[in-house]
């Protein structure tokens, strides 16, 4: 029997679809994938359904998560969205996120996309993940990238083997499930 996420989430109006349809799935747009760090960054401290609560607001303050857009971002818009209700306000989370934005813009122009960024580094354990995002990404502490790299198939365990969905995700191959590079 399903523990966990797995057990829980079903049948709850944000949860539920969240758990079925993108959790664990890989994702290759950069727009879901800086959206997806943007929301773990934001969720440090918070319980994942208020972001999922928030995750509309999100999308619309940080227009879409559309990388060049956000990375562009100026004082103004750093004040504008402190001053939105709707997301967490919170001065560090907010300006991560748009810095986190210039740096994908680099990673981008020097591999092709973070997608190709992340394959790039793949496979790698937790600690190497974690100094690699130290390394190029503010604000991305151990669980921000656990959850982050979960929740996209790059680290097992978004799913219990026993959970429907996880059979659909293993079928899609995640980066977790191929073999390793020699």
Not at 28 to 47: M, Y
Request: aromatic share 10%.
């Amino acid at each position: 029997m399903a523990s966990g996420y797995c057990a829980a989430a079903p049948g709850h109006p944000l949860h539920g679809p969240y758990h079925d349809t993108e959790y664990g799935f890989p994702a290759r747009d950069d727009a879901v994938l800086f959206e997806r760090l943007a929301l773990e960054i934001n969720q440090a401290g918070l319980s994942w359904l208020t972001i999922l609560k928030k995750r509309a607001a999100f999308l619309e303050a940080f227009d879409g998560f559309e990388i060049d857009r956000v990375a562009d971002y100026k004082a103004r818009d750093v004040k504008r969205l402190l001053g939105n209700a709707g997301i967490v306000r919170n001065r560090l989370k907010i300006e991560a996120v748009i810095e986190n934005a210039k740096r994908i813009q680099k990673i981008r122009e020097e591999n092709g996309g973070f997608a190709a960024w992340l394959d790039h580094h793949h496979p790698l354990s937790k600690e190497g993940w974690v100094k690699l995002f130290k390394q190029n990404f503010r604000f991305t502490g151990g669980e921000i990238v656990r959850e982050f790299l979960v929740s996209l198939g790059y680290l097992p365990g978004a799913h219990e083997p026993d959970c429907p969905v996880y059979a659909k995700i293993v079928r899609l191959h995640p980066p977790w499930a191929q073999k390793q590079k020699k």
